[in-house]
């Protein structure tokens, strides 16, 4: 089994930046891809960045240039810069290993306009 522990979330205006984090515990050798993920009221999760062991990244059309992910062994993080008010949204953490995805509790973040 694979822990992952967010954290980071909060409130921000519009404009403003946020760094999320997800530390992953448990039976983490040969985790593969870790990233984030998020859901809206009313609306389906969304990819929002993705990265591999090898550092290859993966982002929503949405969030490039805005968002950058990293990753430091089996912490990754979200930095969030110029956000907007549809960036409102829980943020999951995900990580794959052996094709098993495993997944956080999430973490809120309000952007208000």
């Known amino acids: 089994q694979v822990q992952l522990v967010e954290s980071g979330g909060g409130l921000v205006q519009a404009g403003g930046s946020l760094r999320l984090s997800c530390a992953a515990s448990?039976?983490?050798?040969?985790?593969?891809?870790m990233g984030w993920y998020r859901q809206s009221p009313g609306k389906r999760s969304e990819l929002v960045a993705t990265?591999?062991?090898?550092?290859i990244t993966n982002f929503a059309d949405s969030v490039k240039g805005r968002f950058t992910i990293s990753r430091d062994n089996y912490t990754v993080y979200l930095q969030m810069n110029s956000l907007k008010p549809e960036d409102t949204a829980v943020y999951y953490c995900?990580?794959?290993?052996?094709?098993?995805?495993?997944w956080g509790e999430g973490t809120l973040v309000t952007v208000s306009s």
């Open positions: 448990g039976d983490i050798f040969s985790i593969n891809t």
């Open positions: 990265i591999t062991t090898g550092r």
């Open positions: 995900n990580a794959i290993r052996y094709g098993i995805n495993y």
